[in-house]
């Protein structure tokens, strides 16, 4: 199956990024983890970034009938974001949310999220592994509607 994984704005900064809150990997590398992963799990990956609210929306849009779910890290328009949430109510597809910090031990703008009103689940604080974390999870929840 086809897995998306969508990341949002300022993503592309990772490694040069608040490395003491992010951490030294670059987002590269976390695309690196992501497809080792996925391998192991047998699924395959669309691994993609974008700094764009509606390129996000737009790419949400072209999951449906598409990929066979989404892993999003909507960076900061996790918590601003009705438009996403609306398109990913709209796929219908199975949906995990992931953050490379834990969102809810820092600043309380960060506590609501609305991409967790269309998640399946939630995977936040473990770095780059959040995402290995999820396409476990994600594989997981595949094999149980197959
Ligand atoms: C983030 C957390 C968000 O609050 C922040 O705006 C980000 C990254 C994370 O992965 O920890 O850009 O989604």
Request: aromatic share 6%.
């Amino acid at each position: 199956s086809l897995v998306a994984v969508l990341n949002g704005p300022n993503l592309n900064m990772l490694g040069l990024r608040q490395p003491h809150l992010y951490g030294a990997a670059t987002l590269d590398d976390v695309e690196q983890l992501c497809a080792e992963t996925a391998e192991s799990l047998g699924l395959a990956i669309d691994f993609r970034q974008t700094n764009g609210e509606g390129e996000l929306v737009n790419w949400v849009q072209e999951c449906r009938g598409r990929a066979a779910g989404i892993i999003i890290n909507a960076a900061a328009y996790t918590h601003t974001s009705v438009a996403l949430l609306d398109a990913l109510l709209a796929t219908e597809l199975p949906v995990i949310e992931v953050h490379l910090t834990n969102i809810h031990a820092r600043e309380a703008f960060r506590h609501h999220s609305y991409v967790s009103k269309a998640a399946r689940g939630v995977i936040c604080g473990f770095g780059p592994r959040s995402y290995a974390l999820a396409l476990i999870a994600m594989a997981d929840l595949l094999e149980d509607t197959r």
